[in-house]
């Protein structure tokens, strides 16, 4: 498999890069970047696969480039709005496109896990407390986001409260609290390094080839 990364000079395309040596079957054959006049002119080879963990102001140019190569669309970063949000789902009309908020193969089992007891525990405070390296921008995190749409839709609440904490060089953790009369049930996802998220990418392009055109969710990929 060939695979294209934008971002590839990032903390996560610099991870992509180190753990792609792992795989035998994939290759990197270039990489993307709008915002510095990147545009792919020097890429050859034929690319199965583009994974994207940069910007969301590049996500026009990624449909674009997408759909003129063929490609499908691996879309890793977070912070879109909906109108973008709309035109992923469009883009799913010609080409295979994935969102993924948290590639990690430990977040999207815990989505599973937190879909299928919050409903019994809708009685409870449910709250969310995620902590990251002080350079991460968004807050809350794409995670939380996703992991409080899971709840919300399993429970028909409106909102999760969730707390956000940058500090430090922390990767990422999401505690899930369920907080009832004199008993608390904790969930907690711990990422001790970036390696999880790249190698959860890695896997999931993988398994993004094969598909035909259509808008894609990462929990269609965890069953």
């Given amino acids: 498999m060939n695979i294209i990364i934008c971002g590839i000079n990032g903390a996560m395309g610099t991870a992509l890069k180190q753990e792609v040596q792992n795989y035998d079957d994939i290759n990197v054959i270039g990489s993307l970047s709008p915002i510095k ?5 020097d890429i050859k080879e034929i690319a199965d696969v583009i994974i994207d963990f940069s910007n969301p102001s590049n996500l026009n140019f990624l449909i674009d480039y997408a759909k003129k190569t063929k490609c499908a669309l691996l879309i890793c970063t977070t912070g879109f709005t909906k109108e973008q949000e709309s035109k992923m789902v469009n883009a799913g009309n010609s080409i295979p496109v994935l969102i ?6 430990g977040i999207n089992v815990l989505r599973k896990i937190l879909k299928s007891i919050s409903a019994e525990l809708n009685d409870f405070d449910i709250n969310i407390v995620e902590k990251h390296h002080n350079k991460k921008k968004d807050s809350p995190s794409g995670t939380a986001v996703t ?4 709840i919300m839709e399993a429970t028909g609440r409106d909102n999760i409260e969730t707390l956000s904490i940058r500090a430090g060089t922390i990767p990422g953790e999401h ?3 369920f907080s009832g009369v004199d008993e608390v049930l904790e969930i907690k996802h711990t990422a001790f390094s970036k390696r999880i998220f790249a190698r959860g990418a890695l896997d999931l392009a993988l398994k993004l080839s094969t598909k ?4 894609y969710s990462t929990e269609e990929f965890f069953k």
């Fill in 37 to 41: 006049g990147n545009y792919g002119q």
């Fill in 100 to 105: 993924s908020s948290n590639t990690s193969f």
């Fill in 147 to 150: 992991l409080a749409e899971d």
């Fill in 175 to 177: 505690t899930v609290m």
């Fill in 212 to 215: 035909p055109a259509g808008f």
